[in-house]
């Protein structure tokens, strides 16, 4: 089975302050996505990356940066924290989808507040 | 854009009950089509999925979806609900020839009453 890893399920974090989220898959997929998941508003995509060292923007790219050094680990960075990022974070991956019908592995996600 | 709508925030239903979640989505190609759960404090995990063929899709914990193109829907569906179905469900879509992006719908949050 994939397993898609978040290393934190709780973060509380100060405004201001950078804040690194990491994600870390095990079945050496190409692409790897973060999604932000608000109450009503559903998942809406903040950045992806289909390969190491490259990354794109997606719906809401404002306020994060992303980092890709190593295939399997795909990093989240909110430069300097404000209280509209408080939301749940997630992370997924999935096989090269050009064209195809892979689905999007889950992370069980970070829920991140920031105060 | 493609879009997806789920009609409906909260669903409610008692248990043994009929359930269903309705999705359209919004493009003149059939995309590739998801239905994922998600319980509480948890990610998102895989329902079923449509991609071509048959287009009544079984999914696991007895659920299935039917791909109605003349409607442009995904409805899912599960014909006795059991209290263990209490979550929030998500319709997703990805265009065909789409990088691997997926967009969700807003969700659905059912509830199951005893």
């Known amino acids: 089975d994939v397993k898609v890893t978040q290393s934190s399920r709780y973060l509380v974090k100060r405004t201001g302050e950078k804040v690194f989220l990491e994600c870390v898959q095990d079945?050496?997929?190409?692409?790897m996505f973060w999604y932000r998941q608000d109450p009503g508003l559903g998942l809406r995509l903040i950045y992806f990356?289909?390969?190491?060292?490259?990354?794109e923007k997606g719906d809401i790219p404002e306020g994060y940066s992303v980092s890709r050094e190593k295939k399997e680990r795909f990093s989240l960075i909110l430069e300097s924290a404000s209280t509209n990022q408080t939301s749940m974070y997630l992370c997924?991956?999935?096989?090269?989808?050009?064209?195809?019908?892979?689905?999007?592995?889950f992370g069980n996600g970070t829920r991140l507040t920031v105060t | 854009a493609q879009s997806v709508t789920q009609l409906g925030s909260h669903v409610s239903v008692s248990e043994g009950a009929l359930v269903l979640l309705r999705c359209n989505y919004s493009?003149?190609?059939?995309?590739?089509l998801f239905w994922y759960v998600q319980y509480p404090n948890q990610g998102l995990q895989l329902l079923l999925k449509?991609?071509?063929?048959?287009?009544l899709v079984k999914g696991i914990n007895g659920f299935e979806a039917e791909f109605k193109k003349s409607e442009t829907s995904f409805h899912l569906t599960k014909p006795s609900a059991h209290m263990s179905d209490a979550a929030e469900y998500f319709c997703?879509?990805?265009?065909?020839?789409?990088?691997?992006?997926?967009?969700f719908g807003k969700g659905t949050k059912l509830s199951v009453k005893p």
């Open positions: 990356s289909y390969d190491v060292k490259m990354k």
């Open positions: 997703a879509v990805r265009s065909r020839g789409s990088q691997g992006n997926l967009i």
């Open positions: 493009s003149s190609v059939p995309p590739y």
């Open positions: 997924a991956s999935s096989p090269n989808g050009l064209g195809k019908n892979s689905p999007l592995h």
């Open positions: 449509y991609t071509t063929g048959a287009t």
């Open positions: 079945m050496d997929h190409e692409n």
